[in-house]
């Protein structure tokens, strides 16, 4: 079974446009969620879904940004009018509510770079 | 609100030195996990073990090993023998069940041959 993988793995765009990010997740993992992270921090929540519902988002999460997972397998994330503080790692996980035990997997993270 | 702090934000060791790195988290949950998650230079978290809140039994992996204690709300870790290969950043991480998680803000190992 592969992990978690995002593509692309590096964007570089100017400010004002837009960009999209996918991630597909552990097959059979019912949970998915985005995390976006800073140099030098930790990964902030951003957003999470239980199979195709989204049943939470932060307060990061303006409203430049939206996600989606369609059929509950792979999500997309895209983000409106880009800005340099967009800037980040954007990191996809995804966990198995059957399991129970919460732990949840990674992908290798999308960077973005607004010049 | 939950919060995880670890305060030490860079460690510098000599290769085969033990190391402990602090975590101390605040949540008003009953029930709850902790994680540590692993960040190399290549970028990718890597899960190393959750805890829940129920179960402060200590556990040892090989050269790793943790400490949970809730009288102290703190989950630490300690790598023996320290190798190279252990340089990286390492994250402390809380969750209500299912839910996301809270991380701190990283701890920068560095283990010099």
């Known amino acids: 079974d592969t992990g978690v993988s995002q593509d692309p793995r590096h964007k570089i765009t100017k400010r004002g446009q837009n960009v999209t990010f996918r991630c597909d997740p552990i097959?059979?993992?019912?949970?998915l969620y985005w995390y976006r992270q800073t140099l030098g921090q930790g990964p902030e929540f951003l957003t999470y879904?239980?199979?195709?519902?989204?049943?939470?988002k932060s307060r990061l999460l303006s409203d430049r940004f939206s996600a989606e997972r369609p059929k509950g397998s792979f999500s997309t994330l895209e983000i409106q009018r880009t800005e340099q503080g967009d800037s980040a790692m954007y990191l996809c996980?995804?966990?198995?509510?059957?399991?129970?035990?919460?732990?949840?997997?990674f992908g290798p993270g999308t960077r973005l770079t607004v010049l | 609100a939950q919060k995880v702090t670890q305060a030490q934000t860079e460690i510098s060791v000599v290769e085969k030195e033990d190391v402990t790195l602090d975590c101390v988290y605040e949540?008003?949950?009953?029930?709850?996990?902790l994680f540590w998650y692993k960040q190399p230079p290549s970028g990718e978290l890597v899960f190393l073990i959750r805890?829940?809140?129920?179960?402060?039994q200590n556990e040892i992996s090989g050269r790793y090993s943790w400490n949970f204690q809730k009288s102290t709300s703190s989950f630490n870790f300690t790598i023996t023998a320290s190798q190279v290969v252990d340089s990286a950043v390492y994250f402390c991480?809380?969750?209500?069940?299912?839910?996301?998680?809270?991380f701190g803000q990283g701890t920068e190992l560095s283990v010099k041959p």
């Open positions: 097959s059979e993992h019912n949970r």
């Open positions: 949540t008003r949950d009953t029930t709850y996990y």
């Open positions: 805890r829940n809140s129920f179960d402060e």
């Open positions: 991480a809380l969750s209500e069940p299912g839910g996301k998680l809270i």
């Open positions: 996980a995804s966990s198995s509510l059957s399991t129970g035990g919460n732990e949840q997997f």
């Open positions: 879904f239980q199979n195709e519902a989204q049943l939470e």
